[in-house]
């Protein structure tokens, strides 16, 4: 409880942002329409109990399922005024990918419009689910959820804490490869330090940007490859598809069958499933632990 009630503190002192939704949103209430921009979001608005309370979403909001029912606004690049401006929103809560210009329009509308700028790490992660639970006036719920993540994920890192630095398994997240281009979570991603958490170490740490190029991968040769799968996804396939194209299948994971799928979802999205993820890394890294 402590690590969470700091975390509030820094939330509401440090960024004028955050600032502008604790003075706006203090306390919880039923009534408030509320406008997601980004399925982070949603995640997180629905585990805080005021997925009832969602007028609208954008089109790649897919879970939890019942947020498929809610009004779409477009894509998180195109999202659509005219329809926001319909559902008679209180408030619109976005991450960084929206163009802080939309934001002011939002604003200028008459919706108060929240951007959260999230550090691309495990507290920025915690940070995050904190200011959308400020906004919407649930920081109880905000903090019970932040304690929640940072307590299983703690376990995690107690039951890798005894493996030697020198014995810790590599491990590389693919985002995309072949004709779709090179990118894995690199070492500025907040998966890098998820990976980190899971006891493992971040093979594409080196690279940028999401950015890696087949000569580092090749030269860091990760224990394990993990590919994010989707709804649309056929892990099977993603594995064999992988595991047999070159130069991917010089690749010691892809010869012993140490390519694996986690959900890709679950995984890419900074939020309320940060800790299923770190939990499914580990499982899949140090099998005789969990």
Known sequence: MKKAL?????????????????????????????????????????????????????????????????????????????????????????????????IESINKAGITAYQFYEEESLEGTYALIMNVAVAIGREDKGIEMVDSIQGRIDAVKDKTSAIPADQRKSAVYIISYGDWGDYAATGETYLDDVIEAAGGINAAAEGSHWSISKELLLDKDPDVVLLGTYSYSNPEEDIKGFSSLAPYSQLTASKTGNVYTINGDAAERQGVRTADTVEAIARILYPELF
């Open 6 to 102: 700091t975390l509030l503190l820094i939330v509401l002192c440090i960024v004028p942002l955050f600032a502008q939704a604790v003075t706006e949103a203090k306390s919880e209430n039923d009534d408030l329409r509320i406008i997601s921009l980004a399925p982070n979001v949603t995640e997180i608005i629905y585990a805080l109990g005021a997925g009832d309370q969602l007028v609208g979403r954008t089109d790649y909001c897919n879970y939890p399922e019942q947020a498929l029912a809610v009004t779409s606004i477009g894509t998180l690049w195109e999202p659509n005024l005219e329809t926001i401006l319909s559902l008679d929103a209180d408030i619109a809560i976005a991450s960084s990918i929206v163009d802080p210009s939309f």
